[in-house]
């Protein structure tokens, strides 16, 4: 079943890639201009706000761009999954000390996932676990010793004191998730959870815990991009095969969703890009190059200070002498300009993040299942608490 939905997306996803395998942020007008007329002109019609709008409710922005792109349809209906559900977990008070509401809802939504699929004969193996707050829950929650893995030595002192002090059965480990050595701590006795281990993290997990049979794994992927390879190498027999080749950018597109993001961040995004691209045209205009260059981050605060003053610092880290006479209000018009022309692309590229980030994580499945796993794949959240909501479980045969 696994596969045949991983070769259904993978064909739609090819036959579909001029809509999605492209930057909205770098392009000056749709890339189907002259190709889909009607599509344009449905774009060109639209307000900023009825993007935004159309942006909120994928079912809606589905019917709408499957008049256009009938692939769309087929795409949004291999793309939805199983909603996971386990019987919600009582803790005790305080043990969400630390952690906001969302983060707290996907750590009891996971670990009620995790325990009720499979209980480790020896220990649960929290890979990547920061603080702790997932090994916390289980420990409580199961009464089963929890070895936390961890890179940062902070993270892991933090972690070890709040639990020596709770008494509660965790071990937490500095290491390298990547390094050969985070072998050593896999036992074929455990049970692996990791919560949004990020791109090659959460691969090595899987990996490392092939070779050691281990028992069971519960993961939810984040961060696709993240890995030391350049494109996309593909994981199971096949993907190996697959139509769609993925660079590090395309990696990207599953994480570019603001469905969590408040009305305050979404301003903030907005005012950001309209002055990046402003500042681009600016400084394209003054150098006559028509490449983009990039801005560093910046902190918010800026944003505040105007347009005029976003260009002056931008200028300065681009050493770039910007004229006496510049008229800084017509080069935000053009930022706010290409501001609403990137929406709309990214408004079709919408109906492509989810089905590209089911398929990368039915390759993860499909190598699971290859190394004789029985493998589910569901959500184990709301979207509203995260979008990155995708669960993989996985117990060895």
């Known amino acids: 079943m696994h596969s045949q939905q991983f070769l259904n997306i993978d064909r739609l996803l090819s036959q579909t890639v001029f809509f999605w395998q492209f930057s909205a942020f770098h392009s000056s ?181 092939i070779d050691k049979s281990i028992d069971a794994v519960t993961l939810s992927p984040c961060c696709f991009h ?48 309209q002055y990046r691209l402003g500042f681009n045209a600016l400084q394209q205009f003054v150098t006559g190059n028509d490449h983009y260059v990039p801005v560093p981050s910046i902190k918010k605060s800026l944003l505040s200070d105007g347009f005029d003053a976003f260009c002056r610092w931008a200028s300065e880290h681009k050493k770039l002498q910007l004229p006496d006479d510049v008229d800084f209000s017509h080069w935000l018009k053009k930022g706010k300009e290409a501001f609403v022309v990137m929406e709309k692309c990214d408004l079709v590229q919408q109906v492509f993040k989810r089905p590209l980030e089911v398929w990368l994580c039915l390759d993860r499945v499909l190598l699971l299942e290859e190394a004789g796993y029985n493998v589910r794949i569901g959500e184990f959240c709301l979207k509203e608490d995260t979008p990155r909501n995708i669960v993989i479980q996985a117990k060895k045969v």
């Open 29 to 209: 007008d749709y890339p189907w201009r002259t190709t889909h007329e009607n599509l344009s002109h449905w774009l060109d019609g639209l307000t900023l706000a009825e993007v935004q709008e159309l942006k909120r409710v994928p079912e809606k922005l589905t019917q709408a761009l499957s008049v256009f792109i009938p692939e769309v349809h087929d795409l949004y209906t291999l793309s939805q999954l199983e909603q996971l559900q386990a019987a919600p977990l009582v803790m005790p008070k305080g043990l969400d000390s630390g952690i906001n509401g969302r983060k707290w809802q996907q750590i009891t939504s996971l670990s009620a996932l995790g325990i009720q699929y499979s209980q480790p004969k020896g220990q649960w193996l929290e890979w990547c676990g920061g603080k702790g707050y997932l090994g916390r829950v289980l420990n409580v929650a199961s009464g089963k010793p929890v070895t936390t893995l961890e890179w940062q030595d902070t993270l892991c002192h933090s972690g070890q004191k709040y639990a020596d002090k709770h008494q509660l059965n965790m071990t937490f480990i500095q290491g390298d998730a990547l390094a050969t050595s985070a072998s050593e701590l896999i036992k074929a006795n455990q049970h692996a959870i990791a919560l949004h281990a990020c791109g090659d993290l959460h691969v090595s997990l899987i990996q490392k815990g």
């Open 226 to 273: 993240l890995t030391q390879s350049s494109v996309y190498e593909g994981l199971s027999a096949l993907s190996k095969q697959a139509q769609i080749r993925l660079s590090k950018d395309d990696l990207r597109l599953p994480l570019q969703e603001t469905v969590t993001a408040g009305k305050r961040t979404q301003h903030h995004r907005e005012q950001e890009m």
